[in-house]
């Protein structure tokens, strides 16, 4: 089955800076790849996603890029916020996407 | 259009209790997953439901768990005989037919303690 892999687990920025969160997966037929939110005792939020046709794909100050190649894909949040402090999800999915396969999550704080 | 809805938040059993979490789908969504995650962890699929039909479970513990989603009503996720271990966070998401299961809808969550 898919093995997804999420680095790092916590992440510590200050206000205005930016924000990288990477992750790998093992299962080449993976082809969709959403990013979640979640704040703390919350519902997992989709922000972004994208598809393995696309290499990258921006939403505001959110961007996701992926390479088919390494099996990685990557969330970058520029000018972060402090609201934009939570725990973050990556995921894969096949063609079928009948599950998605989470990543252990990124626990970002963004320090005013 | 309301979201997906769970009930009930927050749920305590006694080990060798029963729980049963519900989940209603958003309106005309008739795929549901059911999600567990425990603390400080990522979500791990347990089940894909459609309307009275369990698509794949190959994430359900083999015994003690079971989920149905029937003709009429929420879906319904059920655990016999609680242990501690199962205690966790257990997420319903639903997509819409003709997704793919693509843009899955979270619900709140259902928080169980076994004690």
């Known amino acids: 089955g898919e093995n997804v892999e999420q680095h790092p687990s916590t992440l510590s920025v200050q206000e205005g800076d930016s924000a990288v969160i990477k992750c790998t997966y093992s299962?080449?037929?993976?082809?969709?790849f959403p990013w979640y939110k979640q704040e703390l005792g919350k519902r997992p939020q989709l922000i972004i996603d994208?598809?393995?046709?696309?290499g990258e794909k921006k939403d505001q100050r959110i961007a996701v890029t992926l390479n088919k190649t390494a099996k990685h894909f990557s969330l970058h949040i520029t000018e972060t916020q402090p609201e934009d402090s939570a725990v973050y999800f990556c995921?894969?999915?096949?063609?079928?996407?009948?599950?998605?396969?989470f990543g252990s999550g990124t626990k970002l704080n963004v320090k005013p | 259009n309301a979201g997906v809805m769970q009930n009930p938040r927050h749920l305590v059993r006694r080990r060798g209790q029963e729980a049963r979490l519900r989940c209603s789908p958003m309106?005309?969504?008739?795929?549901v997953y059911w999600y567990r995650q425990l603390p400080e962890e990522g979500l791990k699929f347990m089940v894909y439901?459609?309307?009275?039909?369990?698509?794949?479970e190959s994430g359900m513990p083999k015994e003690r768990f079971s989920a149905e989603f029937p003709k009429e009503g929420p879906s319904i996720l059920r655990i016999q005989q609680v242990v501690r271990g199962d205690s966790a966070a257990y997420f319903c998401?639903?997509?819409?037919?003709?997704?793919?299961?693509?843009?899955?809808?979270f619900g709140p969550g259902t928080r169980l303690t076994v004690t």
């Open positions: 998401a639903s997509s819409p037919p003709g997704s793919g299961g693509e843009e899955q809808y």
């Open positions: 439901l459609q309307k009275e039909n369990i698509i794949d």
């Open positions: 994208i598809r393995s046709n696309v």
């Open positions: 309106k005309g969504h008739s795929h």
């Open positions: 299962d080449s037929a993976s082809n969709y």
């Open positions: 995921a894969a999915s096949r063609n079928n996407f009948n599950k998605f396969y």
